[in-house]
């Protein structure tokens, strides 16, 4: 249903899996596993994987805690996407690559939920994308001290409010890993 003409395919996004941005994450074993299944079930299925990787004044590029977990590899082939916003779209190759491989619809993993995760949510379905969120295949960290929630809580919210987003032309939904189909024409 996207609003990007001729652009039926979908990708795969891995956001921030990084180490010194989940190093405190909520359910983060479980997470990394079911980020870990869809890589595979991807490239299974010769389905784009792009990895998101993000760096600023406090996550500096190319240090110990830029790096990806060690549990999740990315295949050389693989782009990677660097950012220095919450919108993995801003000021990054995100939007060319997607063209390049004729995609439409992204399908969302990763971290922070409350971050980086909700803003390249919203950054997608405003450029036209179907938006898919992996709702047991991302996290946050807790930031209760500052005023919010638990992390489990804001995971849950995130999942609850992205689940029926509608526009002209475009939906948001969130599904579950093993409900994940990357089929041409699939409905998650």
């Known amino acids: 249903m996207t609003t990007l003409p001729d652009r039926?395919?979908?990708?795969?996004?891995?956001?921030?899996?990084?180490?010194?941005?989940?190093?405190?994450?909520?359910?983060?074993?479980?997470?990394?596993?079911?980020?870990?299944?869809?890589?595979?079930?991807?490239?299974?299925?010769?389905?784009?994987?792009?990895?998101?990787?993000?760096?600023?004044?406090?996550?500096?590029?190319?240090s110990e805690s830029w790096q990806y977990v060690p549990e999740l590899v990315r295949e050389e082939a693989e782009p990677v996407v660097h950012k220095n916003y919450g919108d993995s779209f801003e000021a990054t190759s995100?939007?060319?690559?997607?063209?390049?491989?004729?995609?439409?619809?992204?399908?969302?993993?990763?971290?922070?939920?409350?971050?980086?995760?909700?803003?390249?949510?919203?950054?997608?379905?405003?450029?036209?994308?179907?938006?898919?969120?992996?709702?047991?295949?991302?996290?946050?960290?807790?930031l209760t001290a500052y005023g919010a929630p638990a992390p489990a809580l804001v995971v849950a919210h995130t999942n609850l409010y992205w689940k029926e987003q509608r526009a002209p032309g475009r939906r948001g939904s969130t599904v579950g890993t093993a409900e994940v189909d990357f089929a041409v024409g699939a409905d998650v």
């Open 8 to 62: 039926p395919n979908t990708a795969l996004l891995v956001i921030d899996m990084q180490r010194g941005v989940v190093d405190t994450a909520h359910d983060l074993e479980a997470v990394t596993a079911n980020i870990g299944t869809l890589v595979a079930r991807a490239r299974a299925g010769a389905v784009p994987v792009i990895w998101v990787q993000h760096s600023d004044d406090g996550l500096k590029y190319g």
């Open 94 to 142: 995100l939007e060319a690559l997607l063209a390049e491989r004729g995609v439409g619809h992204v399908v969302v993993t990763g971290a922070q939920t409350d971050m980086c995760i909700r803003s390249t949510l919203h950054g997608a379905f405003t450029r036209g994308y179907d938006v898919t969120l992996v709702g047991d295949a991302h996290t946050t960290e807790d």
